[in-house]
Every structure is written in C-alpha cells, then in structure tokens.
C-alpha cells in the first residue's frame, strides 16, 4: 500500500474517532438524568410517589403535595426497631450531612399500631438523627396503599420490614432506589445533587 492510501485511510480513522468522542460528548451532556450518573439503581419510569394526607410525629398535617417542586428522601422505618432502622436513620442524617443544606425526607411508619408522636422522638434522641426527618404516621388502613405504592412489606412479629430508600424527583416521581446494604452517605447525597439539578 502506497503512503497516499495509508494517509488517506489515517484521516478517515482519524475523522471517524472524532465523529465518535462528539456524538457520546454530546449524549452525555444532552441528558443529565443518565443512568450512568446516578450511584443508585434507575427506578422504571412513571412510578409516582403515592399521594397521602396524614399526621407526622408532632401531630402536624403532611402530604406529598408539599414536596412538589423538591426531591424527597423516602425510607420505611419503626420507632422500636433495634437493628436496621437505626442504622437507615444515620445513613440518611449523614447523606442530608453530605448534601449540605436541608433537604424534605420522609420516614413512613411500618409499624402503625406501635409508632407514636413519643416513640418517634425517642427513637431519634437515642440514634442521635440530627436531619429533620418527618415520619409519616397513621393507621395500618391508612399507610397500607403508600406501602403497596414503594413495593415495601411493613413490620411483622415474624418478619423484619424491607428496609429501603427512595428518591422521588421534583414532579413527584420515584427516581432512585436503593436496598440498604448497597448504599453509603455519599451516593445519596451524590444522586440528591444531581435531582436538585434536574
């Protein structure tokens, strides 16, 4: 082959691996929601977060509508829990830590018949919560369809609760998830950052 050919053929590579590093520079930057950005597992699209109207530890009036606009931690806890709800409520104090300013989270009751407004804030004194979270509390009629709508199991005597987080996106949607033993303080605060953005 002959050094016209080879330089011809050089260029074209050359071109070609332009062309290829534009076209994925481009895609990159044309969706900031990328599966690849977030430390978290992608949720399906167009799950919504389920709607509810009920009370929180201090008796005050909550429901998902006043989140519109906010990303939201969701997790599922009980105030007498010893081993894993502990753990979820330090993990998720210091991701709020991490993100640096308040952000909305939401602790739903998987024990309705035990979680009170005093056990709630017993639970948080003794695991030393620092972040403002808001438990949701109410009757097992009440919490049973925003259990059903995150996929969760609530306390049993004879099974323990799933023990998951959530991130539900501005327009109200579940975005983000992660079972507890694959997450850390900093990929939650990392995929908080990046819905802020969105």
């Excluded at 005050?60 to 979820?88: N, R, W």
């Excluded at 003794?126 to 995150?150: F, H, M, N, S």
């Excluded at 799933?162 to 998830?177: E, P, S, W």
């Amino acid at each position: 082959m002959n050094s016209r050919h080879l330089l011809a053929l050089s260029t074209v590579a050359v071109a070609a691996l332009a062309a290829v590093l534009i076209a994925a520079l481009v895609l990159r930057n044309s969706d900031s929601s990328s599966a690849a950005e977030f430390d978290g597992a992608i949720m399906p699209s167009g799950v919504r977060a389920p709607a509810f109207s009920l009370r929180d530890q201090d008796g005050k009036p909550i429901d998902m509508a006043q989140f519109q606009g906010k990303p939201v931690i969701v997790t599922f806890l009980y105030s007498h829990c010893k081993d894993t709800c502990p753990v979820e409520a330090r993990l998720i104090s210091s991701a709020v830590q991490e993100v640096g300013h308040p952000v909305p989270v939401l602790a739903f009751s998987v024990d309705p018949a035990n979680d009170t407004g005093a056990s709630v804030h017993a639970f948080m004194r003794e695991q030393k919560v620092t972040a403002d979270i808001r438990w949701v509390l109410g009757t097992q009629k009440e919490l049973k369809p925003i259990w059903k709508g995150y996929a969760v199991t609530p306390q049993r005597e004879d099974e323990e609760h799933m023990a998951r987080i959530v991130l539900v996106d501005k327009q109200g949607f579940q975005k983000i998830g992660y079972p507890l033993n694959q997450t850390t303080p900093d990929r939650i605060a990392h995929d908080m950052r990046l819905l802020e953005k969105q």
